[in-house]
């Protein structure tokens, strides 16, 4: 079964890119325009393999979703990606100290998104 | 075999001149027999009224409402100078496509679909044809019949359907 | 895996534009709050999301000059900075220069490289620290070039206990390694694991070794360890293997010449030397009379043609509520079941049925009237878009003309069709400039007035009927009347002895080449403008109307379609033909008497219509119909109106008022004097929408013919 990936970025242009690039890699994606947003789409019913989310969003940022979806019992183990332009390590500290897994620098091409995505998800 | 017809065809289709044999769409006029390059055509009507458009000339017959788009009508006597008559069951509107302009024209009747060879295919005469020859490619003969080919590009396109003209005094 | 994301350049731009508008708008609230937190995160979330993006697709200069504005928001919004007029200013200019930026992105334009470095250099100076340096588009590092080699790692990895509750899992990293060569030795270290009372099984407590065989060299094992470095215990070692003579092909001949560089047969002189003899394909095959110089040219330019990709013309998108589809997709649904219904009806239709079917096709009717409005109302966007440009606007003419200007904007939700929108910012833009300008005075004058400093200017947008009204207001001097006068008979424009009302008088300053401007400014007054702003405001369909009381403030309104694809028409009847008139051009419809016509040899008829002699036109006439009616007291004549003129139109009936679909028909045929487009009427045949300028023209020709 395809793996689904719960995308997060406020920015629709980037939301699309980055499902686009997973669709046609085979996966399955639910988009969120926010951190509020995301954690309504798993409330809802979404079980995502992998969250690659944004950090800089409106009513929810990315780091307050990964420490809500560490809460989840059934997201406890869920890989998470962020996104950052920063190579800046404090960003990427402070998404490890809530629970990220890991991170992907912007601007990043197909490739290099799926190089990384393939380092922390199974299968 | 069959693709080399259809390169002939699309070779025909850009140039607007029948290089090899092609297809035609012949029709009639009075006793005459007329061909129109069957790549040419979108669709062929029955006639139906249509609404006159101020200040043309008399062979523009009008506009129609062809599925929500407004396409003009030319009758095909008048342009050539011969006598109106009355419309029949038979009367028939070919609709052509001519530089992405679709048009319809009025005719007596529709005939058949003839393959004509190149070989098949003369210049017009300079006399006899009640036709402007200007607007002729040549005349066909397909069998014992003769059919006049018609230059879709010089007749349709000859001034009065694209450029706005003076109101005449 | 090659995944094409250039498709998205146009969702980035139409993105971008919404950014720009969050930032300008953030930032010119910022002079009023400059405190808030909220704003400032707004302003610089946009900023982030266009540096982002724009990196995405390679728009280095964007990426790199918004990473300047955003680490000068950065520092505001995290109090290192105060928000104040200089540093807005800077933002403000920044954010044009971003624009440009962007612009300049999508059309391939060069950039103003100094400019962008200037402001650039001023957004880095005023942080008073240098900017870190780049950031952003750090390309990926490409291990193809570095030294070929076998390398022997070992490596010893003891992960943190918490690997697991950051969804990491070893084994994925073992497989990694094992992707990039050969796991010649693996063992497990469990020296870690705690008695089984203690252990807790969502902790990681094993730790590996391994020995990896492969060409990559030591940055890139490391980089495996790249989410996990922080935490773990790890060794790598290095051991590196004689190199073997096919591993090092494999990984990229070298060219030949670099080769005998390095083995001591040529010198890289020498070698430079040879290759400037080298001679390019086409040279050679010229010279061997293999082709001739006008072939080589002519596949270059095909060549050319292959790596130059075509321009691709840029399709307009509008995004759409999917709340609107929705309700779209609802209504097609309803259409379709009544559609269903009508034609099981049809089947087996009785004329006791009658009543039904009648219920059915006013059905149908309901369904495609509310699909239209529907359909409609998906071009149908708030005008708050096109205000949006105008606080900052009023900013910066403030700050010009030395007057302290409010804007009040009002009616931002009032809806209507883009291409509408589109095409009033540029009057808008005169008027409002033409009102901060000339219509507000001077704050010294206006305290004289008895009038607050500040002076007011008012947008406002409204629907009312089936236009739409927008106006433009401000509480300045207002016109006035003897200096428009004056000016009006110094150009020329009229005449001394000319009794002009009011409304005449103000009209005059659309005329082209009007302005009373005493002095001609920078901001408006060049005597261009307001004359295209009546002609763009009539070429949209719509009016311009002016009020002013003087010394209480001037108030221009524009009433413009709701929509330029569907006008409201009255349907008139010459004779067998109907055409349409637009309503907007109809004064009025009268039925003459007989005194009130009047014909003169070499002008034609002429109406009285209170005390004005109109020209009379029969429609007839100018159409070369057949008529049911010549005598005018018989017939019906409209008075229409269009750019200040006015004729009265005779036709034989007025047979009602409906909206029209405007078609093109310059599509398949050609423009028709007289005809602004046609139209499918109710029966399904053709009508014309009559042009009023056009029939001015006409009856012009005609009556210097008749002459």
Sequence with gaps: MAKTVLVVDDSPTMRQMVAFTLTSAGYQVVEAGNGKEAVGKVNGGAKPDLVVTDLNMPEMDGITLIKEIRKMPALKFTPILMLTTEASDDKKKAGQAAGATGWIVKPFNPEQMMAVIKKVLPG | ?169 | MSTDLSHFKDAFFEESQEHLTTIEEGLLQLEQRPGDIDLLNRIFRGAHSIKGNSGMFGFTAVSQFTHKMESVLDQLRSSQMVVTVAITDLLLQSLDCLKTLIDCARTGAAPDEAHVAALGGRLEACQGTPAPGQATAVPAADERSLPPGTHRFTITWAPPRYLFQRGLDPAQFLKELASLGTVTHLALDAGRLPVLMELDPEQCYLGWTLELETGKDLKVIDAVFDFVREDSTLTIVDNPVETHPTAAVSDGAKPLGEILVETGVVSQTQLNQALSQQKKVGEILVEQKVATPEQISEALKKQSECTVPAKKAETPSIRVDTVKIDRLINLVGELVITQSMLSDLGSRFEMSQLPVLLERVAQLERNTREIQERVMGIRMVPIGNAFSRFPRLVRDLSGKAGKKIQLILSGEETELDKTVIESIGDPLTHLVRNSADHGLEPPDERLAAGKPEQGIIRLNAFHEGGSICITVEDDGRGLNRDKILAKGIKQGLIAESDKLSDEQIWMLIFKPGFSTAEKVTDVSGRGVGMDVVKRNIEGLGGTVSIKTVTGKGTTFTLKLPLTLAIIEGMTVRVGQDTYIVPLLSILESIQPKREMLKSIVGKGELVNVRGTYLPLMRLYDVFRLEPELSDPTKAILLILETEGERVAVMVDEILGQQQVVIKSMEQNFRKIEGVAGATILGDGTVGFILDVRGLLNISRNGTAQAA
């Design chain 2, 1 to 169: 075999m069959a693709e080399q017809e259809f390169a002939n065809k699309e070779l025909n289709h850009q140039t607007g001149i029948s290089t090899d044999g092609s297809q035609f769409l012949t029709f009639q006029l009075g006793e005459e027999l007329y061909g129109v390059d069957i790549l040419r055509v979108q669709e062929i009507k029955g006639y139906t009224a249509v609404t006159r458009i101020p200040n043309t000339p008399a062979h523009i017959k009008g506009v129609l409402n062809l599925r929500g788009t407004i396409v003009p009508i030319v009758e095909l006597r008048t342009k050539f100078g011969m006598p109106t008559i009355e419309y029949t069951m038979f009367t028939v509107i070919v609709v052509v496509v001519v530089k992405e302009k679709i048009m319809g024209l009025v005719v007596d009747a529709v005939s058949d679909v003839l393959d004509i060879d190149k070989k098949d295919i003369q210049p017009a005469p300079q006399f006899g044809a009640q036709v402007d020859v200007s607007f002729l490619n040549g005349i066909g003969k397909a069998g014992d019949k003769l059919v006049a080919l018609l230059d879709m590009d010089r007749l349709l396109t000859d001034g009065d359907m694209t450029e706005s003209e003076k109101i005449a005094a």
